[in-house]
């Protein structure tokens, strides 16, 4: 009764029409690029590859009984003694490339997206307490973003593997802290903004709880450049862990990552045993062209100064 | 020296000021930085900024009044505004909410006391949560503080949304998908649904097109007929202002310049800075009619003018102005002035 005087007609979103949640509008957004869904696509089927390696791959790598040191670095495509089909070759151990490059996969994506995710909490809730608190606690903490942002990541976590030891709950605890300070900034650079926004005010008016405000009110807000730096930071995680295990502190030598084979097959590469380092570069290159496909179509999707 | 003036009035109405200001003032500095501290202890002279958003205002509101508070943009009126809301504290003086310091109160008094005064924002767009549907943006808050009981939040968000004029079918939508006006019900149906009795409005409606404004404000007299509500309307509309107030308060770069029932400061203006304000509301009688404009710009609250603020525009200054802050004092009854002309005189 008080709609019709009032004259707030709901005409101006007609109750019949598909309404055009905020999600939906993402997910047509984010599709109108062919190469970012190709990318999606691509990196789906890597995780797939990755998470059912057990049941699709042709030999379990880290079972040492399966393994026959005879067929070391045999060609791809060549048969071994026990009959199997070594579609990539074989490395130096008599490991089949294919299942140690699936296998691998499943370690470097385990690593990569479990310390981003790990450094994706730490990074957010401290920059958040920046941002909120401001003062003391705000430079403090940005100061050490600084002072983590300044020296080379490769270094730090080098140093940081050094000292802990080699094995992968370590080399996502060095990621972690060579990554944490890159979630933290962007964070605080966006609750920055939102919490000036008149909402923040209208929760503290209507005397919601601190925590409350900052996990219900600001942090949805600031979700968006968060979820661009987290993709991107799995890729770069990625690499990362390769690096670290190509120099021989990442993973242990039993279970390759894909870093790991690399290094593997690096003194054969000139003696044309090119396949043992190749495929598992290749590997490596295909999964993080396609997480920056998508990261670079969420941060553009995601940003609406970048949008025509 | 207000709580002087003000008490035998409020005696004599019968009514407590529901909210007072007592000598209120706020201050934004911006500290210096390390390499500031460091030369200044080398002795070079560096200074802190530091704005004077609030200077020193007394107020006081009484229940079921409607003050309008009117002033340039930049002359602190919304900063006053969120320091009686209670979202800002004050950097001097008091907020005394029924007799209370709002700044002493803590726990479960200071959320009543917080709860029972509500603000309305100038922002309709900015003012709600993106993220979140209607029917939680005005129910969390009721939720959350146990207002109502346990299964019937429906039927309240529904009771709150129909009595700020939507239809309670749209609360499962995102505020993006309605109308500035809608949007603006929406912000008025989340304060009241926490059952305030005091509502802030700061610039509520400068946001909206004019006859979506005649709606809201409207709604706004009809609620307080309705819930006997009181209002601080802020504005520096002084057409909307005069349709709604009772009484209206003038301020100047921080400083409250005049306070008299909004009649008399149409029909009685005092101070010269509210006369030429009034002399410049467009009205449709004088539509030929040159506008002069109050000579030059608003001052830098960094460094504001000595003396009366308003010297440096005003074209009855005098010398005394340049030196001495004047004080409000009593023009006639209920009216109050802030100029050294009324000394003069």
């Not at chain 1, 802290?177 to 966006?190: H, L």
């Not at chain 1, 290094?263 to 490596?284: Q, R, T, V």
């Not at chain 2, 009117?70 to 003086?93: F, H, N, Q, W």
């Not at chain 2, 097109?209 to 601080?232: C, G, H, P, W």
């Amino acid at each position: 009764m008080s709609t019709t005087t009032a004259g707030a007609p709901p005409a101006a979103v007609p109750p019949a029409a598909r309404v055009e949640t905020p999600f939906r509008r993402f997910v047509s957004e984010f599709a109108a690029s062919r190469l970012a869904l190709f990318g999606l696509v691509l990196f789906c089927i890597i995780v797939l590859v990755a998470v059912l390696a057990p049941w699709i791959a042709p030999q379990n790598p880290y079972d040492l009984a399966q393994l026959d040191i005879m067929d070391g670095r045999l060609e791809p495509g060549s048969v071994g003694g026990s009959g199997i089909t070594y579609w990539l070759g074989t490395d130096d151990q008599g490991r089949d490339m294919l299942s140690g490059i699936m296998y691998g996969l499943r370690i470097s994506l385990t690593v990569g997206a479990g310390s981003a995710i790990l450094a994706c909490l730490v990074g957010a809730s401290l920059g958040m307490l920046a941002a909120y608190a401001g003062g003391r606690t705000d430079s403090l903490i940005m100061r050490l973003v600084d002072l983590q942002l300044s020296f080379p990541a490769i270094l730090a976590a080098l140093m940081i593997l050094a000292f802990l030891g080699k094995g992968i709950l370590n080399v996502v605890i060095a990621l972690v802290v060579v990554e944490w300070a890159y979630y933290a900034r962007t964070v605080r650079g966006s609750a920055l903004v939102e919490r000036r926004r008149e909402y923040i005010e209208a929760a503290q008016c209507l005397a919601l709880p601190t925590h409350r405000i900052i996990f219900r009110h600001l942090l949805p807000n600031c979700l968006p450049p968060l979820i661009v730096v987290g993709t991107m930071q799995v890729a770069r995680a990625i690499a990362l862990e390769a690096t670290l295990s190509f120099l021989g502190l990442g993973v242990p030598i039993t279970e390759p990552s894909l870093g790991l084979l690399i290094a593997n097959g690096y003194e054969y590469m000139l003696s044309g045993k090119y396949w043992i380092s190749f495929y598992p570069g290749i590997a490596l290159l295909v999964t993080i062209v396609s997480i920056n496909l998508v990261g670079d179509q969420l941060r553009d999707v995601l940003n609406p100064r970048l949008k025509k | 020296m207000s709580a002087v003036l003000e008490a035998p009035r409020a005696a004599a109405q019968g009514s407590v000021p529901i909210i007072e200001l007592r000598g209120v003032s706020k201050r934004f500095s911006n500290p210096l930085d390390f390499a500031g501290r460091l030369v200044k202890r080398l002795g070079v002279k560096v200074r802190e900024d530091v704005v004077h958003a609030v200077d020193g205002v007394d107020l006081s509101v009484r229940k079921g009044e409607v003050v309008g508070l009117v002033g340039e943009s930049g002359c602190g009126k919304s900063t006053l505004g969120r320091m009686v809301a209670g979202i800002m504290p004050p950097s001097d003086g008091q907020v005394v909410w029924r007799g209370q310091d709002l700044t002493k109160l803590s726990g479960a008094d200071a959320k009543r006391a917080k709860l029972r005064t509500q603000m309305i924002f100038q922002d309709p767009y900015a003012s709600l949560n993106p993220r979140l549907k209607v029917a939680e943006i005005v129910g969390e808050a009721p939720q959350y503080h146990g207002l109502v009981p346990r299964g019937g939040l429906e039927a309240y968000v529904d009771d709150q949304l129909r009595r700020a004029g939507l239809d309670p079918s749209l609360k499962r939508r995102y505020p993006h998908q309605f109308s500035g006006g809608q949007r603006q019900r929406i912000g008025i149906a989340r304060a009241l649904a926490v059952q305030p009795d005091f509502l802030v409005c700061d610039e509520a409606v400068a946001a909206l097109d004019v006859s979506i404004q005649a709606q809201i404000l409207n709604l706004f007299m009809k609620l307080r007929r309705e819930l006997d509500l009181t209002y601080l309307f802020i504005s520096h509309d002084l057409g909307v202002v005069e349709h709604l107030s009772d009484r209206v308060v003038i301020m100047y770069l921080g400083r409250v310049v005049e306070e008299a029932p909004s009649e008399e400061v149409f029909a009685r203006p005092n101070h010269p800075y509210t006369r030429a304000l009034l002399a410049e509301v467009p009205r449709i009688e004088a539509r030929k009619r040159v506008f002069a404009g109050v000579q030059g710009e608003i001052p830098s609250p960094l460094n504001p003018p000595s003396g009366c603020h308003f010297h440096p525009r005003c074209p009855f200054a005098f010398d005394r102005c340049r030196a001495e802050r004047p004080a409000l004092k009593q023009v006639a009854p209920g009216h109050r002035s802030a100029c050294h002309l009324n000394d003069a005189a």
